[in-house]
């Protein structure tokens, strides 16, 4: 008899039996290495170019929420890689991402030292694994301690009243 033919795989749905990981997992670089600020400032670009603002309105929102005036020509410096002088600090930083909603900027930030930034489902769903991951642990010692005590009866012993 014939195997039936397997059908189509509809967008968006994972294949179980595929071979590789379902979820990635990121080992940190073997060897420590420099900082690669012009991608850092190549991916602020795209992000500010992809961002339905302008730049003067992104430089002064930026300016709103640090409470530091930022021109419109600083935050060109800022993503320009032909101006290696000039680097953008933490706070304005953090005021990018959140004004212009590249929160995947973060995740290029700390792929190199193997880790990952995860936000709204995908973090619920990692939470859920490790909660289910302690629940496991927490029922093996549960079943090994209940191993351990066996059947035989607990000896209650006397206990005095008052002091000796």
């Known amino acids: 008899m014939a195997r039936p033919r397997s059908r189509p795989p509809i967008d968006g749905q994972g294949d179980l039996f595929a071979p590789g990981e379902l979820f990635p997992v990121r080992r940190p670089v073997a060897a420590t290495r420099p900082v690669d600020v012009l991608r850092i400032k190549m991916a602020m670009g795209e992000a500010l170019k992809a961002h339905p603002e302008n730049a003067d309105i992104v430089a002064a929102k930026i300016s709103n929420l640090t409470g530091r005036a930022l021109t419109t020509f600083a935050l060109y410096s800022y993503t320009a890689p032909s101006r290696d002088d000039h680097d953008i600090g933490l706070s304005r930083f953090v ?8 929160y995947w900027l973060y995740d290029l930030l700390v792929e190199d030292d193997g880790l990952m930034v995860l936000q709204g ?12 991951q302690q629940k496991q642990q927490i029922d093996e010692a549960v079943r090994d301690l209940k191993r351990e005590i066996g059947t ?6 006397p206990r005095r009243r008052g002091r000796p």
């Open 121 to 132: 489902r995908e973090a619920k769903l990692a939470q859920l694994g490790h909660l289910q």
């Open 95 to 102: 005021a990018f991402v959140r004004i212009t909603g590249a």
């Open 152 to 157: 035989t009866p607990v000896e209650v012993l």
